[in-house]
């Protein structure tokens, strides 16, 4: 396990403010994204009956309808141990297989990154 203190200033940034959104949105995960201009977004689970989205697929939703063209990384607080293949899609779709993930757990520490690809 990689301690989030062992990321740049930008990545510790979208991950503390993963670890707002779920915090104080009381969900099951907070992510956050950076756009090509350094813009952030950050989002939680949404859970509706006709509507289901993952934290991370919910900031890339944002960021697109922001107008965002590209992304920088993305970050999602959770208590799972890998991102999800549909998270990873997301991110993906918008920021290009080498789009780096990281995912940390509710305590901030980060668990792994990998790449959207």
Known sequence: MTESTDLG???????TLARSARARNGVPEGAAVRDET???YVA???QLES???SALQT???MAVASGATSLEA?????EAQTPSDED?????DL???????LLAGPDGALRVSVTAG
């Open 9 to 15: 200033p930008e990545d510790r940034k979208i991950v």
């Open 38 to 40: 350094g813009r952030t």
């Open 44 to 46: 939680g689970t949404v």
């Open 51 to 53: 509507l289901k989205l």
């Open 59 to 61: 900031a890339v939703a």
């Open 74 to 78: 993305a970050a999602v607080v959770s």
């Open 88 to 92: 990873r899609a997301a991110v993906r």
């Open 95 to 101: 920021g290009g297989p080498e789009t780096p993930v």
